[in-house]
């Protein structure tokens, strides 16, 4: 099969269209499994996505740093698939899912690709490319975050978990921004640090008296202002105006998090 797709004299973006549907086929046959088919069919649904990613775009990825490419794709595959079982089985909601995840895939192979020609010649469509990566990072968080939480996993579990999800997301996210070797040594401290940061935060949210959902708001919207201040500082533009633009996001993000929780009062 892998022999086969090279060959085929399709265009970019005809070739994005057909890993879509053959990976919302995939996800669509996942909605009707559970327990360990589930997390196999998840895991292997995901592996395909950046296998069938990097075939479409390998021509432009020669020769440059290209990995951080691959994460997201893998991870929003992956939160989609496992997301399902945690909302109501109904027909209606296979579709709305289906349809979601059609548009976010063919929208992130997109940015990839752009982030994929913008490594070796510069493009216009940059900075939008960035906006919509960084959008689908903290929806993959939200769910991701929304499906850690609900496995109920041992309370030293889930912030390890969530450090290496938060890094590899962060990562990514940060090499977007550059797109080149140069700064990977900033990208992995930064990283670390917003990871370690989220971990602790999510070790104290087991104790926490919080439902699936106001735990991932609050995790999602202190990695929004984490890393959306690293994103202004790695642009030079971390003004009085931005940074107080992330620090109310964050701000909101506890505030949500007091209010809704369960006192049993």
């Known amino acids: ?9 399709f265009s970019k973006r005809q070739k994005f269209v057909a890993i879509v ?49 691959l994460i997201l794709p893998f ?17 209606l909601t296979r579709i709305i899912v289906l349809v979601l995840y059609v548009f976010g895939l063919y929208s992130l192979f997109l940015t990839q690709n752009i982030f994929a020609v913008s490594a070796i010649r510069t493009i216009n469509l940059l900075r939008s490319a960035r906006i919509v990566s960084f959008v689908l990072t903290i929806v993959v968080l939200f769910l991701l ?35 080149s070797r140069d700064f990977l040594r ?25 439902t699936a959902a106001i735990y991932s708001i609050f995790i999602t919207g202190i990695f929004y202002a984490y890393s959306g201040l690293t994103h202004a500082w790695v642009e030079k533009r971390l003004f009085k105006g931005i940074l107080w633009e992330y620090l109310w996001v964050g701000f909101l993000a506890i505030l949500i998090l007091i209010v809704f929780s369960n006192w049993g009062l």
Do not use: H
């Open 75 to 91: 991870f929003f595959t992956f939160s989609f698939s496992l997301f399902y079982p945690l909302i109501p089985a109904r027909l």
């Open 145 to 179: 975050t929304n499906i850690i939480f609900s496995l109920r996993l041992p309370f030293f579990v889930t912030p390890i978990v969530i450090s290496v999800l938060v890094f590899l997301l962060n990562f990514q996210s940060l090499w977007a921004y550059s797109l």
């Open 186 to 210: 900033e990208s992995l401290i930064f990283s670390i640090l917003v990871a370690i940061g989220l971990g602790q935060l999510a070790l104290i949210l087991n104790l926490w008296p919080v």
């Open 1 to 9: 099969m892998l022999k086969f797709i090279p060959s085929l004299n």
């Open 21 to 69: 549907i053959l990976m919302a086929v995939g996800v669509l046959i996942s909605t009707y499994l559970s327990g360990i088919n589930l997390i196999l069919t998840s895991i292997f649904l995901s592996c395909l996505s950046i296998v069938l990613l990097y075939f479409a775009i390998r021509s432009d990825i020669r020769g440059t740093f290209y990995y951080p490419i």
